[in-house]
């Protein structure tokens, strides 16, 4: 009989008769490994954490900027500036387009606080937290795209208050001011709402893709597993 160890109940030491007379070397043998005691350690993923910081602070510096934009569109603060009496407002944009800009920098301040709140859930690995996010990167596009049409109607606007203002100056000339291509108006105002648009768009439009990667999607049920068991 095999030596037994009064612990775990496997072979401690093995017994080997050598050819040779008179010899009996003994061999010590590991025991084997015991499943699931030394197995090696589940390395968790580090992305739920980044991506929940980038939403969160810039959650945060989009609720503030368009909190203070919205309130000083609101409040009337650009359109009291006064003019003498048949000149045009130079701020003829904003007095115009006064409310869709301020509904648009209210929609923006929801949204970053929608940010930040799946932000939070990532950190914590929440599995809500992804479709929430996939939410916010849908309405932000949406969003993006009503205020990228009125971002370039207000700016029209006000190249041609200030193209107007221009003119003024000049009595009895004709044509745009000197140095001033025609039409500039409609050409910097379509580039700036394009521009203005592909950039709110990168962030919503990575998230879309990363939340709908096969692996990321594997790793939110193991969320749901963990908490489930």
């Known amino acids: 009989m095999?030596?037994?160890?009064?612990?775990?109940?496997?072979?401690?030491?093995?017994?080997?008769q050598s050819d040779e007379a008179g010899a009996s070397p003994l061999v010590i043998v590991s025991p084997p490994t015991i499943a699931g005691r030394l197995g090696?350690?589940?390395?968790?993923?580090?992305?739920?954490?980044?991506?929940?910081?980038?939403?969160?602070g810039l959650g945060v510096v989009s609720a503030f900027v368009?909190?203070?934009?919205?309130?000083?569109?609101?409040?009337?603060t650009y359109s009291r500036v006064r003019v003498p009496t048949g000149q045009v407002n130079p701020f003829?944009?904003?007095?115009?387009y006064s409310t869709p800009l301020a509904g648009a920098c209210a929609a923006a301040t929801l949204l970053a606080a929608?940010?930040?709140?799946?932000?939070?859930?990532?950190i914590l690995r929440k599995?809500?937290?992804t479709t929430l996010m996939v939410w916010w990167a849908l309405l932000k596009l949406l969003c993006a795209l009503a205020l990228s049409i009125v971002f370039?109607?207000?700016?029209?606007?006000?190249?041609d208050a200030s193209l107007t203002l221009a003119a003024a100056a000049r009595p009895g000339a004709a044509g745009p001011p000197p140095g001033v291509v025609a039409g500039i108006?409609?050409?910097?105002?379509?580039?700036?709402?394009?521009f203005l648009f592909v950039w709110l768009a990168l962030l919503p439009v990575f998230m879309l893709i990363w939340f709908t990667r096969s692996g990321i999607r594997k790793e939110v049920a193991s969320w749901r597993h963990h908490q489930v068991s």
Request: no cysteine.
């Open 185 to 194: 108006s409609t050409g910097t105002a379509v580039f700036m709402a394009g």
């Open 92 to 96: 003829e944009g904003v007095v115009r």
């Open 66 to 76: 368009s909190a203070t934009m919205g309130v000083a569109i609101a409040t009337g």
């Open 114 to 122: 929608i940010a930040v709140l799946a932000g939070i859930g990532l």
């Open 2 to 16: 095999t030596p037994e160890s009064p612990d775990h109940g496997m072979p401690r030491l093995a017994a080997i």
């Open 127 to 129: 599995p809500w937290s």
């Open 152 to 159: 370039g109607l207000f700016q029209k606007a006000q190249i």
């Open 40 to 56: 090696r350690p589940i390395r968790r993923a580090v992305w739920p954490v980044w991506i929940g910081v980038i939403a969160i």
